[in-house]
C-alpha cells in the first residue's frame, strides 16, 4: 500500500514570498507516478504536474517549481514570488499505476496582499 | 468543451434514502474514479473502473456502490446512506489509468441527516 504525507496543514505567506509544500511518500513499488493537484477556493481540481519515478530531474513552469529527490521519498513544490491567486489547497497524489490513486491531505495555502 | 460533469452538485438527504450521483465525461475515457474529500483526509478512493463492465474497490468502498454500462457514465449509488457519508464528492476520468492526468468534475456537496 502507498502513502502520501503533507506535514504542512496550513501556511501563510505574504505577497511575494516564496512558499514551499512539502510531500513525502511510501512505495514499494519502483515504478510510480507522482502528481500535483490545486483546488482553489472555487472548488475545482486543477492538475499541475505529472512526474514518474524514473526522471528525476527538477522541474520549473514559470513561478512554480517542483523538486524530486527519490533518496528522500520527496516530492517537494515552491511557489517563487507568491500571489493572492496562489491561494489553494495544493495536493500531492501516488499512483503505482495500479489504477489506484492515494493523495495526501492537503496544504492550505493563503497569500496575504 | 471536454469535460466532466456531475450531477447534483449539491443534495441533502435523510438517512436509509437511496441516492444516485451520475458523472458523465466526453473525453472517450477508459478509466473513471470516484473520490470523497474529507477536512484533514484529502481525497480518498472509493471506485475506479478501467473501462465497460471493469470496476474495482478503492480505499473506502464501504456503503457505496458503482457501475460501468456505458464508457461515458459512472454513477456512485448510496443504497442506504447514513451521516458519515455527508461528504464532498469528486468524480474523475482519464485516458486510460490512474497514471495519466485526472480530469475532475465539479463536485457534488452531499448532507445526509
Known amino acids: 500500500a502507498q502513502k502520501v504525507t503533507q506535514a504542512q496543514t496550513e501556511i501563510s505567506v505574504v505577497e511575494k514570498e516564496d512558499v514551499t509544500l512539502d510531500c513525502v511518500y511510501e512505495?514499494?513499488?519502483?515504478?510510480?507516478?507522482l502528481f500535483w493537484y490545486k483546488q482553489p477556493p472555487s472548488g475545482e481540481l486543477v492538475f499541475l504536474i505529472r512526474?514518474?519515478?524514473?526522471?528525476?530531474q527538477n522541474e520549473i513552469s514559470g513561478r512554480y517549481s517542483w523538486n524530486f529527490q527519490k533518496s528522500t521519498s520527496s516530492f517537494n513544490f515552491t511557489i517563487t514570488a507568491s500571489q493572492v491567486v496562489d491561494s489553494a489547497v495544493y495536493f500531492c497524489?501516488?499512483?503505482?499505476?495500479?489504477?489506484?490513486?492515494?493523495f495526501g491531505a492537503g496544504t492550505t495555502v493563503t497569500v496575504r496582499a | 468543451e471536454a469535460q466532466v460533469t456531475q450531477n447534483p452538485r449539491y443534495l441533502i438527504t435523510v438517512t436509509g434514502k437511496k441516492l444516485t450521483v451520475t458523472c458523465s465525461q466526453n473525453m472517450n475515457h477508459e478509466y473513471m474514479s470516484w473520490y470523497r474529500q474529507d477536512p484533514g483526509l484529502g481525497l480518498r478512493q472509493i471506485y475506479y473502473?478501467?473501462?465497460?463492465?471493469?470496476?474495482d474497490k478503492g480505499d473506502v468502498p464501504e456503503g457505496y456502490k458503482v457501475s460501468r454500462k456505458e464508457k461515458r457514465n459512472f454513477p456512485l449509488i448510496l443504497e442506504s446512506p447514513s451521516p458519515n457519508q455527508t461528504s464532498l464528492y469528486f468524480c474523475a476520468s482519464s485516458w486510460s489509468s490512474s497514471y495519466n492526468e485526472q480530469f475532475f468534475g465539479p463536485g457534488t456537496r452531499l448532507t445526509v441527516l
Open positions: 497524489a501516488l499512483t503505482p499505476g495500479d489504477y489506484k490513486l492515494s
Open positions: 512526474r514518474n519515478s524514473f526522471d528525476e
Open positions: 512505495t514499494r513499488d519502483t515504478t510510480y507516478y
Open positions: 473502473s478501467m473501462n465497460v463492465e471493469v470496476t
